[in-house]
């Protein structure tokens, strides 16, 4: 009975015990390594990567990609330091303009994406190109920050015994993912957009608002990388349009190894948190090891990605998903006469979607 | 008259033309110059000489990567390839002082194995083109990093060098790499059943089955070459900066290749593909960045002005769209 | 007294371009039935639904429900309307639990978060009225089909739906997964619910159905009680064939005399693949066309798809000219001389943006490999050919043939086999859609084909077309062969009585 019901807990569970193995591994190479405040500092290091991750997974949950995250955390970083630096904005209005501007960047992508019918992976394409040009338009250089609020939420900090603590941004990384976690678990919204995943033809047919929905996850993906990026500002202290070149990749990978289906309607956010807690503990322990390349890292990450799409794929056949869900990668979604007997449709000949081929 | 003129406009290289056409005109008005080509030291220089050579590498990948949506498929992982191939060549000159035909073969032989990775992922497999090529992407520069040992190499090497940055007959011999590999894939399109075969599979994989046709061979094949384009490019770009930078060497330049693909008028869910188009939709992207740049606009606009591309050929290629257009304009059919 | 039906339709009319998928149909359901729609390829029942549901708009006639007028705009305004569908595909989530599919949209809610207990609680409830008893908390995916089935009518209860219309619900069910459905439709019947039966199985209809309509051609052939109409009754008028009063035609069994000499072009022995077609022996000589008659789901398309290399079989032999052979793809099949045009040509057969030149010579350029390339002006030459032979109307071999009638699409798909010069050419209902004129010229080629030689399996849901150009006749019902006509014993009436006479589980009135 206990087993049945931790079937879909699998992938999360193996994600888990990753984590847990490569740190342990640490521990036992290094003994400083296995202390509380290396633990803590993966999050406050490794905040900006999580926050990307958790919009991220809202999107993939549903089927779709954003490739536009890493520029949009190196935008909404450039903002707000000119903003505050630059425009002397009071900070908490600086924060708050960001944040809507994300929003609305997403939310406008999404819009394409679902009343254009275009594939998700082109225009978050643009999306990506955009806010990288937009970047560089408000300043070419890095802008340093100074601002008193910003110095100080980056050593703010809630302590941990003598020599571990919470850092805002580690806080605020903790939060999101709760919030995240409540939201697709216990709210209809987030039931919605599993099933979104699950198939978009059974949705529109069951009667759930598919517009108002797709259009959310998208938004809140943008929400959240900006949100990244004014954690990446904090981090820095500085506000820079080059920065967080391929943290789209970062933040995919981070939610494939968390355990999510890249098809879409399995998977938990706390697995993308592990997931970027994953990277982040593989970079400490190389940095910790000192002789081995930096490049090591994405070697690391990228042969355990290989290793999860090849288990998802055992695991997805395993779970009589019926056939390749149609993903949004290239295909628009599907219409309403596609349902129905098989019975032959004169007029309807078209194909239901399988993704990307 | 007319027939012969509805031909011309229905030809598929039409508006790729069309629309460069339109920039080279602009730059003809506008900015004065712009066509002047010199003759120095027996090279020819001016702008147009550089849109062509800037644009030769993302024709190259473009070359393949045409091949590969035409099958409905995508590969995101050739900027990578393009890293590991470049850090081999660069370790083959500064470490083992090799010749120039190893320093050439072997990184196009990784790069192919690249290619055929991504293949055997995606036909034996059964992974989506997509997810499979995001692993090399990911693996890749660090892949290429390793194989330098952690730093950027700089070196020398005249005859490599002539790869990148040499002059042959007056032109960037890079040209004539991206011209030599366009004319062996097109030999090979004229004398085997290749280009039908990719066609179909794209058309509709179904059907091409039914008709007999092994669909993970034609896959297997596109993957595998364009792995071998992406090597060659990352040839000429090492050879251009006499440098191996795998971290940043190619960066997006997939990008850059899958929007010239789009442009030249291959629809991303396959079928009939458009090579030459392709390598106009290539020339329109430099000629775009040349413009840019000569015009003194700073270059931070480039990306907004690729994006407001990438956005119109979205919107054109959406069904949706037309339909919306169509209906502001009275009295005028759909397309 | 009778009672107002709970759902009228009157004359109502679909078209699409091209297409006249309803004309003036009327449908009556009442509470309390079970109502089966039937009819065969293009009847218009899909459309029907469809239409009823809000997908499509519809041209002419009303529609009324419990007395007043009904429009829905979408399935989903239907069900809140109270007429709800459950599909065949059943088009729900399979990634969420029982409860959420139940309940996805409405869920119970304590302080804007869902209650998961009351979820439970609830849908455990609707499961009960069905009968039901799984775990809700497990994912749909895990169940099979039938039990996703049942979720799908518990869904559409809980919309408290009047009308309920099962679409094809039993196409994927076993025999006691068939009951069960059965079992809960008699429930629901019970409680006076209105229950619409899509299906082409006869003796599901007898088992369950109060009242049949059938369909054919987009018309409305008859509303007859199912007590008062004998199979034999009913299948004729699925096909459209008059029936005599015939008593002493006596209905085929067994093996047809057969008198050709000299190796078969293919033999097949005790092939057959689970769920898919039962043993069956097959044997077709040159020259020789051999027609599969039978009913929708009968098992045509699946013997064709065996003999082709589609589907894999699961136990039999093949030997095509005396020679075994595993026909494990269509490339081995293909390149053993044989052809399959397929029933479905818009996803099967043609490749829409590629030219008629191209689509004509793909087979043949597969069966000559990757090495040997058939040149352009060759190309052209063998398209000309047979745009010539076929009378394939086109401005020229190089326009789209995404441009092309339907009828001239399905000459090209002849073209492409036949350029392949197959010793045996399989025809998957190749006149379907397509006009008067090109049906005509297809059933004359298929005879000139004989003639010259080859040998042809012609699968078609017209007995006419059957009749005229096969030489024998097999006749399929269920998945099975259940009789061999020869050429003295081909005839309309006899193709009917071995359909309705087979044997099988049914009711059969008096």
Known sequence: MKLRVSRRYVPLLATLLVFVAIFCLGGLQYRAFFSLRVFTNLFTDNAFLGLCAVGMTFVILSGGIDLSVGAMVAFSSTLIASLTQLAHFPPFPAIALVLAIGLLFGLAQGAVIHFYKAPAFIVTLAGMFLLRGLGFVTSLDAIPVEDPFMVKLSTLAIPLGEKASLSFSACVLILAVVAAAVVLGFTKFGRNVYAIGGSELSVLLMGIPLARTKLAIYALSGFFSAAAGIVFTIYTLSGSAAAAMGLELDAIAAVVIGGTLLSGGFGFVAGSLIGALIQGVIQTLISFQGTLDVSWTKIFVGGLLLAFILLQRVFSQGMKKGGAAASQYARPAPSLSQAGSRAGDPAVGSTAGSGKR | ?335 | MPEAPILEIRHLSKGFPGVRALAGVDFRLRRGEIHALMGENGAGKSTLIKVLTGVYPRDGGEILFEGRPFAAGSPHEAQEQGISTVYQEVNLVQNLSVAENLLLGRQPTRAGLIDGREMKRRAETILERLNLRVDVNQLLGDYSIAVQQMVAIGRALEFESKVLILDEPTSSLDAEEVEQLFKLMRKLKAEGHAILFVTHFVDQVYAVSDRITVLRNGELVGEFETARLPKVELISKLLGKALHDLESVATAKGEAADERAGEPVLRVQGLGKAGVLERFDLEIHAGEVLGLAGLLGSGRTELASLIFGIEKPDEGEVAVQGEKVRLSSPLRALQSGIGLCPEDRKSEGIIEDLSLRENIILALQVKQGWFRNIPRARQEEIAERYIKLLDIRTPSADQAIKNLSGGNQQKAIVARWLATQPSLLILDEPTRGIDVGAKAEIQKLILSLSDKGMAVLFISSELDEVLRCADRIAVLRDKAIVGNLGADQMDEQVIMRTIAHADKVGAEPR
């Not at chain 2, 120039?100 to 990775?117: E, K, R, S």
């Not at chain 2, 097109?186 to 085997?192: E, H, K, N, P, S």
């Open chain 2, 1 to 335: 008259m007319i027939p012969r003129l509805r031909r011309l406009t229905s030809s598929p290289l039409t508006w790729p033309l069309v629309t460069l056409a339109a920039i080279l005109l602009f730059n003809l008005l506008f900015t004065p110059g712009f066509f002047r080509v010199e003759l120095k030291d027996g090279h020819l220089f001016g702008s147009l000489v550089d849109i062509v050579k800037n644009a030769a590498p993302v024709m190259i990948i473009a070359t393949g990567m045409t091949l590969v949506i035409a099958t409905g498929g995508i590969d995101i992982s050739v900027g990578a390839v393009v890293a590991i191939a470049g850090a081999i060549a660069g370790v083959l000159v500064t470490r083992y002082h090799a010749p120039l035909l190893p320093v050439l073969v072997l990184p196009l032989i990784a790069a192919t194995l690249c290619g055929a990775f991504n293949a055997l992922l995606i036909t034996g497999f059964g992974i989506q083109p997509i997810i499979a090529t995001l692993i090399l992407m990911v693996m890749g520069r660090g892949l290429g990093q390793l194989i330098i040992g952690g730093r950027v190499l700089w070196f020398r090497m005249a005859s490599f060098e002539y790869l990148g940055t040499g002059y042959l007959l007056g032109l960037p011999v890079r040209i004539f790499v991206a011209a030599a590999l366009l004319a062996l894939l097109a030999l090979v399109l004229r004398t085997t059943p290749l280009g039908l075969f990719i066609q179909a599979t794209g058309g509709s994989a179904k059907a091409s089955r039914y008709s007999g046709l092994s669909v993970g061979l034609v896959k297997f094949v596109v993957y595998t070459f364009s792995g071998l384009c992406a090597g060659v490019a990352g040839l000429v770009l090492t050879a251009n900066i006499h440098g191996s930078d795998a971290a940043l060497v190619g960066m997006y330049i997939e990008l850059d290749a899958i929007l010239a693909v789009v442009i030249g008028g291959t629809s991303m869910s396959g079928g009939k593909f458009n090579l030459l188009g392709s390598l106009v939709g290539a020339l329109i992207i430099q000629s775009l960045t040349t413009t840019i740049f000569t015009k003194g606009v700073p270059v931070q606009f480039t990306l907004v002005v690729k994006a407001a591309v990438v956005v119109i050929v979205i919107l054109l290629q959406s069904g949706e769209f037309r339909r919306q257009l169509a209906a502001l304009v009275p009295g005028r059919a759909t397309r």
